[in-house]
């Protein structure tokens, strides 16, 4: 262990960092309790080695930037959006505010929220040629993979997205974009039971023209249950954004090469895809029908404590305590079954939350509900089948996106991303022509 560098802190707000390599000792500056990562590089044994760096798979403690859209303080159970408490931006405000404050930083005035929401209204419609684009694929393709791809089309239905320098270009993607996802997203949903596209209806609302778009069949207007409607704008606040999570940090990635805007966003949406993202409340879907009824979950809970099964939908990442969007998300629960009448898992979920949170193994891991526990059960209930669920989560999360990059875009600090790597291959290998190493 003599190899590796003594660090201790000091009352200056930096580190004195002793390497017994060489015995030698650097003074690295503390800042919001960071250090910089450069500030390590010049630690090294010789000018002709490489400088310290720090491996650290999965970022699980390394910041790639600063930022004032998300606040989370995991221990406490705190989620802000802008200083905004989650639970009084779901009471109060609807997703279209919160869409405004994420990028813009504040919360807009009347006539400022007037023209947002018209902005918005107005960009709703799509060019005919994605509807062709989107007919092109097959009858089974996933809603999510359609997605992905008519986002990063949009890049050239709009090349002057490449000016990301112009801050009145940026706006204008970027309403866009918020504007067009619940078509997109309606339109793969559509596509994958057989039925025409629906155009978006100016008259609704944002989250009503969705529900539009999505079960509109042969009546003149549609108009959803008002309490759906609600329900749903809630959980796309819920899901605006998340601070540095997966596909946030492949938004931010993408984004640091400068490219527009919509091909950054639909590396997002490529990155929500993946099961370990986006797809936990299907994942709690499959859990609550294999226990089946309530009787079976004192045995279900022995088997995850003997790891032979897996509790899912319970614990996160980042929360260490109650992870505030599944108190929300429980309310909007019975709202919803107000309507659709009761999931039957539901019975089952309230009982396995119940026994958790008072077993002695959960509560000493911290592992409490979280906002897919109970996700799944609405979007079921909304008669949406699992592989819609993360396109919800996508439309949701498109201002937090957009709102992360417009702040890459203006942060003097950022570079392009390229991370270190530690080599484990072989080297100076001497080459064979086929000629020679096929006889």
Not at 22 to 28: A, M, N
Not at 119 to 144: L, S, W
Not at 248 to 265: H, L
Not at 336 to 344: I, K, L, R
Request: with cysteine; glycine share 8%.
């Amino acid at each position: 262990m003599t190899d590796v560098p003594a660090v201790t802190a000091n009352e200056a707000g930096s580190l004195t960092v002793r390497d017994n390599r060489t015995g030698s000792e650097y003074e690295v500056p503390i800042t919001d309790g960071t250090i910089k990562a450069a500030d390590l590089g010049k630690i090294r044994v010789s000018e002709e080695e490489p400088g310290l760096a720090v491996y650290d798979p999965g970022f699980v403690n390394t910041a790639s930037c600063r930022s004032a859209v998300t606040f989370i303080d995991g221990d406490k159970g705190i989620l802000e959006y802008r200083g905004y408490p989650i639970e009084q931006l779901a009471e109060k405000s609807n997703f279209l505010e919160v869409a405004y404050l994420l990028i813009h930083g504040e919360l807009p005035t009347k006539e400022q929220y007037d023209n947002w929401e018209h902005e918005i209204t107005y960009h709703t419609f799509v060019h005919e040629n994605v509807k062709t684009f989107m007919q092109g694929f097959r009858y089974d393709a996933h809603p999510m993979g359609m997605m992905m791809a008519s986002v990063g089309a949009l890049s050239t239905f709009y090349p002057d997205a490449r000016n990301i320098g112009d801050p009145d270009n940026r706006h204008m993607q970027m309403v866009r974009m918020i504007a067009k996802m619940p078509t997109l997203g309606a339109w793969s949903f559509r596509h994958a039971q057989g039925k025409p596209y629906i155009y978006p209806d100016n008259d609704l609302g944002y989250t009503a023209n969705f529900l539009s778009m999505l079960f509109k069949m042969s009546e003149k207007k549609f108009e959803a249950d008002p309490r759906l409607v609600k329900a749903l704008d809630v959980l796309f606040i819920l899901h605006a954004d998340h601070e540095q999570n997966c596909s946030t940090n492949a938004v931010r990635s993408v984004g640091s090469s400068q490219v527009d805007p919509y091909s950054a966003v639909a590396a997002g949406v490529g990155a929500l895809y993946g099961p370990l993202h986006g797809g936990a409340n299907e994942a709690v879907l499959r859990m609550l029908r294999r226990i089946g009824k309530k009787e079976n979950i004192p045995a279900f809970i022995e088997g995850v404590k003997a790891g032979n099964e897996k509790l899912m939908g319970f614990g996160h990442r980042v929360y260490k305590n109650f992870d505030p969007r599944a108190t929300i998300i429980k309310k909007a629960c019975d709202d919803v079954f107000e309507v659709t009448g009761v999931n039957p898992l539901l019975e089952i979920a309230k009982e396995l939350e119940k026994i958790a949170l008072e077993d002695e193994y959960f509560v000493k891991r911290k592992l409490y509900p979280n906002v897919d526990f109970y996700s799944g059960l609405i979007y079921e209930a909304f008669q949406f089948p699992p592989e819609m669920f993360t396109v919800l989560f996508a439309i949701g999360r498109t201002p937090g996106w957009l709102a992360q990059w417009l702040e890459l875009v203006q942060d003097k600090e950022q570079k392009i991303a390229r991370p270190k790597q530690i080599y484990t291959g072989d080297r100076q290998l001497d080459f064979v022509p086929a000629s020679e190493r096929w006889k």
